[in-house]
């Protein structure tokens, strides 16, 4: 693999040294060393890496470490570390960040039209690895962990959880929004006998869904939040609303109410951000979630404002942490069947993806939340479910 040039600068160093002192630098306050021998340093494998890092901020660290320019023995530590001590947020944005800051307000990168592409890029291509990560129900959003041993018991918690929280009785009309491949409906179908229709934008989750919940009362549908114009008692979305974007966030809070009897109730769960900003991380908005945004409790709250009472507002962030972990298990033991399908890049891509979100989730700079949503408020009171 070629090195980086160590022809010496105007004070007479090596240029990859000089790159190297800075970076060690900017590492220092979250205790991370280069080179180290601890499992959260990072293992340098090409001198370029230094320069790279210092011009191409988070793309860049992930870019290198998908060619394999560095290692880390704990991704999930690293990142835990450089979120605490703030040094993500302070990496250089490259000017084609910029650029996608400037892009995402001047156009809607979320539109009708680019919906399917947006849903498709994630969900369509990768269905195998996901029948090798997820739980047995294949639920790709954070599991709830208060009472769980294991990855299936938490996830039927969580959809548990949310039937309770929204108060759902036999009989009912249930609406899912941005279904996936069908495991809520099929769950609140069985366990609590009401009629779902399910949306997605995803044909492979569409097929995935159908088969699923084939002989049950339950309707899935190809079909954009925008267009839905029908009566629900209840409306759910579960892990969707990241793909909405700021310019869309009102809109699908009247598709939501236009669809929502007066006494019924709807339940969001999404990720949440800290701050209130544009776009998403540069490398996730390249290889993961592309033209996706993760909304901050002020996105919420202004879109909300109206049109909805806030009954509950409820962060499992934490158990974001532990649902990832327990997917990068199972991705790591299924990657030897996987191998044929994918390359060592896209191996790599992977796990940083998952790790570096499990790191994330437990410095707590990224959260999850459940809230809860009527129009007119519920009569005496809602009490909170947990």
């Known amino acids: 693999m070629a090195k980086e040039s160590t022809f010496p600068n105007s004070s007479g160093q090596p240029k990859s040294n000089r790159y190297r002192e800075v970076l060690e630098e900017f590492l220092k306050p979250a205790d991370i060393q280069l080179n180290g021998e601890r499992k959260w340093d990072i293992r340098v494998n ?16 992930g870019e290198s ?13 690293l990142f835990d570390r450089l979120q605490q001590a703030m040094l993500k947020n302070k990496m250089k944005r490259p000017n084609k960040s910029i650029r996608s800051v400037l892009r995402a307000k001047l156009s809607n990168l979320q539109s009708r039209s680019r919906a399917v592409d947006v849903g498709g890029t994630h969900y369509n291509n990768t269905g195998v690895v996901y029948q090798k990560m997820l739980d047995k129900r294949m639920v790709y959003s954070g599991a709830y962990w208060k ?46 006998d009401v009629e779902v229709v399910g949306i997605t934008v995803s044909e492979e989750q ?9 002989g049950l009362p339950v309707e899935l549908r190809l079909q954009d939040y925008r267009e839905i114009d029908e009566e629900f008692d209840r409306i759910v979305s579960v892990g969707m609303f990241e793909h909405v974007g700021a310019k869309n966030h ?27 900003n544009t776009v998403l991380d540069p490398w996730i908005n390249k290889y993961i979630y592309p033209d996706s945004l993760i909304p901050s409790a002020r996105h919420l709250t202004e879109a909300a404002e109206g ?67 009527s ?3 519920v009569r005496g009171g809602y009490e909170s479910v947990r």
């Open 46 to 61: 090409n001198d370029a890496f230094y320069s790279k890092i210092l011009v191409g901020g988070s793309l860049a660290f």
């Open 65 to 77: 470490y998908m060619d394999g320019w560095w290692d880390c023995e704990a991704l999930d530590e």
């Open 147 to 192: 009472s769980a041993s294991d990855l299936d018991e938490a996830q039927e918690a969580k959809l548990d959880l949310i039937c309770r929280k929204i108060m759902l009785k036999p009989g009912m009309r249930l609406l899912d929004i941005g279904c996936g491949a069908g495991s809520f409906p099929k769950y609140a179908v069985e366990n609590y």
């Open 206 to 214: 569409l097929k995935q869904g159908r088969e699923l919940c084939e």
């Open 250 to 276: 009102k809109t699908f809070m009247k598709s939501v109410l236009r669809c929502l009897v007066p006494d019924g109730i709807f339940l969001l769960h999404t990720i949440g951000a800290l701050t209130t």
């Open 307 to 373: 049109l909805f009472i806030m009954e509950d507002w409820h962060n499992i962030g934490s158990d974001y942490d532990k649902t990832l972990m327990a997917w990068h298990a199972k991705f790591e033991k299924g990657w030897e069947s996987l191998r044929p399908q994918f390359d060592e890049r896209f191996h790599r891509m992977w796990r940083y993806y998952l790790l570096s979100c499990a790191g994330s989730f437990r410095a707590r700079s990224t959260q999850l939340w459940q809230i809860v949503f």
């Open 375 to 377: 129009i007119n408020g």
